[in-house]
T-cell receptor, first 110, second 115 residues
Framework: QQQVKQSPQSLIVQKGGIPIINCAYE??????FPWYQQFPGKGPALLIA?????SEKKEGRFTISFNKSAKQFSLHIMDSQPGDSATYFC?????????FGSGTKLNVKP | DAGVIQSPRHEVTEMGQEVTLRCKPI?????LFWYRQTMMRGLELLIY????????DSGMPEDRFSAKMPNASFSTLKIQPSEPRDSAVYFC?????????????FGEGSWLTVV
């Protein structure tokens, strides 16, 4: 059973576009929702994270929107750049156990 | 800090051989995780330790897989005997738990190919 469902599987945008990646979860005990960025040949690296008592968090060009009632959260990348091309994973945490989404491969075209 | 260090980075082995993957977590972190990444199943948690004690090994695929953490700075994941379906990238990650907001830090992975 997949604890965190992520979509889309892949995404292509033009430079300057705003890709949006969505995740949904069922377990209301999750209390921490990070997003990870992974480049080819590298391990995932923390990008931005949010807790369920906050509806939005911004860090630079990256924004998480969180809808607790719908049990959904999403990542928006403002003014996307070719260097943002990577695979993005959402995750949810409960008691130090992380559940990851299936990943979204983003391609930002110049 | 050097981050989470994994070795080997790449390994090609024949079916039936024993494989040992190694991990050095970030100093001071008391949680250590082993993940497996494949195209089909994404990132799967295999096992995690807290203070060197295995807490949850429900993700370990079968008895061929075993993990140990003899001290706070070293862990191994062993596959014996290895099979072609074990081919994947194996990530070790560590965390200081609630102290740093539950952030987990990944190593660069061990790319395993079993032929």
């Amino acid at each position: 059973q997949q604890q965190v469902k992520q979509s889309p599987q892949s995404l292509i945008v033009q430079k300057g576009g705003i890709p949006i990646i969505n995740c949904a979860y069922e377990n209301t005990a999750f209390d921490y929702f990070p997003w990870y960025q992974q480049f080819p040949g590298k391990g995932p690296a923390l990008l931005i994270a949010i807790r369920p008592d906050v509806s939005e968090k911004k860090e630079g060009r990256f924004t998480i929107s969180f809808n607790k009632s719908a049990k959904q959260f999403s990542l928006h990348i403002m003014d996307s750049q070719p260097g943002d091309s990577a695979t993005y994973f959402c995750a949810a945490n409960n008691f130090n156990k992380f559940y990851f989404g299936s990943g979204t491969k983003l391609n930002v075209k110049p | 800090d050097a981050g989470v260090i994994q070795s080997p980075r790449h390994e090609v082995t024949e079916m039936g051989q024993e494989v040992t993957l190694r991990c050095k977590p970030i100093s001071g972190h008391d949680y250590l995780f082993w993940y497996r990444q494949t195209m089909m199943r994404g990132l799967e948690l295999l096992i995690y330790f807290n203070n060197n004690v295995p807490i949850d090994d429900s993700g370990m695929p079968e008895d061929r897989f075993s993990a140990k953490m003899p001290n706070a700075s070293f862990s191994t994941l062993k596959i014996q005997p290895s099979e072609p379906r074990d081919s994947a990238v194996y990530f070790c990650a560590s965390s200081a738990g609630q102290v740093n907001g539950n952030t987990i830090y990944f190593g660069e992975g061990s790319w395993l190919t079993v032929v």
